[in-house]
């Protein structure tokens, strides 16, 4: 999840890195919804290390 989210920071490619923290993991919630992963019961952690620890399950 993490490589997900630090992707995410490389966009839009004429800005990266412009939006705020918050911004990006909601965009990264959406892409994830949108491919039928349903949101669990937290909130997207902002931090790196938890991030680290969250996978994708199918």
Do not use: C, W
């Not at 993490?2 to 909601?26: C, E, I």
């Not at 491919?35 to 399950?57: K, N, S, W, Y």
Request: no cysteine.
């Amino acid at each position: 999840m993490a490589n997900l989210a630090a992707y995410g920071h490389t966009m839009p490619p004429s800005a990266p890195d412009s939006l705020a923290d918050q911004a990006y993991r909601k965009i990264v919630a959406y892409i994830l919804r949108v491919h039928g992963h349903e949101a669990g019961d937290e909130e997207f952690p902002a931090d790196d290390e938890a991030l680290q620890r969250m996978t994708i399950g199918g």
